[in-house]
């Protein structure tokens, strides 16, 4: 039997996610190694999005600082390696509440890099499994893992499951109390 994880899948693939979308990623592989998280994969376009200048861009800038992008190029380039340790995820978990805190009255984009992840994560806490690695590509994510009880296992989800998954969990968060009148208004 493996020891319960004393962190939780589903923020740590937020993040990464988070960091990805600065990047404009459109597929990625990301596998576990020596600890950390490293990912590889191709971008939609010669550069990174443009924002202002974000903790997220900065750090993005400082974790890719070996990719080099051709201005004149518009086509998508590949990244091997990207590195993400416990502190550069922490970093972009601070960074993402901060700025989900204005964006809380809107339901989140489906679609994006960081909600897929992010509900697989769910997934892997919930099935109380352990990540090896996964994949993104055309809209499928494949996630090879440990179950519970120790068995290897290869799944693949659209992102309709992984819509499914998100209604599921989103039945299970408790809503925010509502102030009730007193008997003097």
Known sequence: MKPKPTFRYENILRAIGQGLEKLNVKSFRL???DGHYVVSGKC????????????????????????????????????????????????????????????DRCPPNLHSISHVLRMTGAYLDHA???????????GILTLWSINGLGAHSKEEFTLQELYDLWVHQFKKRRLPRILMPTGSD
Do not use: C, M, Y
């Open 31 to 33: 596998e576990i190694s």
């Open 44 to 103: 939609r376009d010669g550069k990174p999005t443009h924002a202002t200048k974000s903790v997220i861009k900065k750090a993005f800038l400082r974790l890719v600082q070996t990719v080099r992008w051709k201005k004149a190029a518009p086509e998508p380039f590949q990244f091997t390696g990207l590195r993400f340790t416990r502190r550069d995820i922490d970093l972009l978990d601070r960074t993402g509440k901060f700025l989900r805190l204005n964006l």
């Open 128 to 138: 109380d499994g352990l990540l090896l690695k996964l994949s993104w590509r055309h």
